[in-house]
């Protein structure tokens, strides 16, 4: 099929961005990398009349670190966050969620700021972005603002941006030394959404006491989930198989997962402890 008939618009600012999706309000949707809209599009789901291109924009492709925080902009594709250094040295758990993401295709054109605004609850972002404490940047028609990550998701493919307002980066703390991280995925085929998708990154002490964790899971609810319970449970314990098991329980606690297509909710609710220990494993292996 072919989409219905829409005007065009190259933004080559943010600010022109913004004017013309408040112009056109609902009936404008932005477009970066088209990997999930293009194809709504084709097949008529979603309908706009007006489409804005954000790849004109200068300045949203950088990859930076400042303030101990890496800095991706909201025009980073997919490939380019992939093979970052300073994600593979310091946030290889995202570098993991990347690899996950579509095929080699999708993340050639797909960005960083497209997939966070798409929210997905299946996707491989978000996880990985509330395991880290990751925060969003977004610029709308009232200015800029920093949304952290839990408060940006708000239901399924519904976000806190606002009417005209963009991502134009996310912000990703720098871990302390003795970190490790890692996104693991269920999936029915290579490139799929999540079934389950567990992320965790930790800190750990000379005595291998968790000093800091954090733990996103999606695929297993209408918006990736932060487990912060089964997070508060192991923060200080030496992460034994029985602090293990208890924040399994808890995060089995956290999550509402959903029958679809993919699987059904009960083994979505199976699935997601067995992920979460797999991926805390590989965490720790990470350490350094």
């Known amino acids: 099929m072919f989409p219905n008939v829409f005007e065009y ?13 408040t ?25 706009p009349g007006v489409i804005v291109d954000l790849n004109p924009i200068p300045g949203l492709d950088y990859v930076r670190r400042t303030d101990g925080v890496i800095e991706l902009g909201g025009l980073v594709r997919h490939a ?20 996950l993401t579509g095929d080699m295709q999708v993340r050639n054109r797909g960005t960083v700021g497209g997939v966070i605004a798409e929210a997905d609850p299946g996707g491989d972002w978000g996880a990985a972005l509330l395991a880290v404490n990751g925060k969003v940047e977004c610029e709308g028609p ?11 998701y708000l239901d399924f493919l519904t976000t806190a941006l606002g009417p005209g307002e963009i991502v134009t980066g996310v912000q990703l703390p720098v871990p302390a030394a003795r970190s490790g991280g890692a996104y693991l995925k269920l999936e029915r085929r290579s490139g ?62 956290a999550i509402e997962p959903l029958t679809d297509v993919r699987a059904s909710a009960e083994y979505r609710r199976a699935m ?13 292996a990470r350490v350094k």
């Not at 250094?85 to 993991?96: G, I, R, S």
């Not at 009232?142 to 940006?152: A, H, L, Q």
């Not at 997601?272 to 720790?284: D, E, I, S």
């Open 9 to 21: 618009y190259r933004a080559n600012s943010v600010a022109e961005a913004i004017a013309l999706l």
């Open 192 to 253: 799929d959404f999540a079934v389950v998708g567990a992320a965790v990154q930790l800190t750990v002490g000379a005595d291998g006491t968790c000093q800091e964790i954090g733990i996103g899971l999606s695929g297993v609810g209408t918006i990736p989930i932060k487990a912060t319970e089964a997070e508060r449970a192991l923060k200080g314990t030496k992460l034994t198989d029985a602090d293990v098991a208890e924040a399994a329980r808890l995060v089995d606690g």
């Open 23 to 47: 112009k056109y309000g609902d009936d404008a949707r932005p477009i970066s990398g088209g990997q999930s809209l293009v194809p709504l599009m084709k097949l008529r789901l979603v309908n």
């Open 272 to 284: 997601a402890g067995v992920y979460f220990k797999r991926a805390l494993k590989a965490a720790q």
């Open 142 to 152: 009232n200015g800029k603002r920093v949304i952290d990550g839990p408060d940006f």
């Open 80 to 99: 380019e966050a992939e093979s970052a250094a300073l994600l593979k040295q310091h946030l290889p758990v995202v570098v993991d969620a990347v690899e």
